[in-house]
């Protein structure tokens, strides 16, 4: 079974005068423990995808199911468990995720605690996340202290820090310079590999296919168009072995021209001049 499968979705806005469609009949399936990049401009459908499989947005058709939930059929209730338990999201801004009034440490077990973990087993599941994921060093930091790319890693380890099924994950470096947004995505790649956890990331950015298992790209609602990810640290494509030369079966001298009678019948056998007839 696919960790995500959404099915002919369809999601309808009101606006004056009529109705938009920010999905239009999309289908996508996604395996289990595969790293899915979602690629596409502002605009393009990608928000309301991830809002539609964390069940914050219910689709006007079409069936999704994610994580083994069929939203379709899900009350609130089922919904809400579905985020606080088996959905992993990390937002582009972190101060979405990050609370300012407490410190890196109950940042990353808040996750934890809303799952239901009690504040000493949490704070010490936390503490471990961090230091797992090379973070130990920032634990008693306020996240005002934070530089962009710590805080995105921090968030990242709290999103991850309850052992979610699926992490979606919306622009995660739109914020970021290059160097902070590869550590991210290395990070983010890491982290959901630890864990065996499935990964959809949606960003305009495609160098995020350096984390990709495959790529897909969205417009105007629809997937249009599907390819494998580009070369990557754990995608490496050996370059073909060089052919060899193969010996020249025509021994006519060079300096015949296409046309003449000898050179007429080296065509077959390789002539290169662009006068020469098809071979």
């Known amino acids: 079974m696919s ?3 959404v099915t002919d979705a369809f999601c309808l806005y009101p606006i004056p005068g009529g109705t938009v469609a920010a999905l239009r009949g999309l289908s996508l399936a996604v395996e289990d423990r595969e790293r899915l990049v979602v690629h596409g401009p502002n605009g393009s459908g990608k928000t309301t995808l991830l809002r539609v499989l964390t069940g914050e947005v219910p689709p006007s058709a079409g069936s ?27 937002d582009q801004h972190t101060a979405r995720t990050l609370r300012p ?5 109950d940042n ?3 996750q934890l605690r809303l799952a239901g973990v009690g504040r000493v087993e949490a704070r010490r599941r936390a503490g471990e996340a961090l230091a797992r994921l090379g973070l130990a060093a920032l634990a008693d930091r306020s996240p005002a202290t934070l530089s962009g790319g710590e805080a995105q ?4 380890c709290a999103a991850l820090a309850h052992e979610p099924t699926v992490v979606l994950a919306d622009e995660p470096t739109g914020e970021l310079d290059l160097a902070s947004a590869d550590e991210v995505y290395d990070l983010l790649s890491s982290a959901v590999a630890s864990i065996g ?13 350096r984390i990709a298992d495959r790529m897909v790209r969205i417009r105007d609602g629809r997937l249009s168009e ?11 494509i050996r370059s073909p072995a060089p052919r060899r030369r193969q010996p020249r079966l025509d021994r006519s001298p060079r300096s015949k021209r296409c046309g003449s009678p000898t050179a007429t019948a080296s065509c077959s056998t390789g002539c290169r ?3 020469a007839p098809a071979c």
Do not use: F, K, W
């Open 3 to 5: 960790a995500i499968d």
């Open 64 to 90: 999704v199911r994610i994580a083994g939930v069929d939203l379709a059929g899900a009350d609130e209730a089922t919904r809400s468990r579905l985020r606080l338990t088996r959905l992993g999201v990390v």
């Open 101 to 105: 009034e407490i410190d890196v440490l």
């Open 108 to 110: 990353v077990a808040l």
């Open 153 to 156: 890693r921090v968030a990242v």
């Open 197 to 209: 956890a499935t990964l959809l990331l949606v960003t305009h950015d495609q160098r995020a296919a």
């Open 226 to 236: 599907c390819s494998a990810a580009r070369t990557s640290p754990r995608r490496r």
């Open 273 to 275: 001049s662009t006068s």
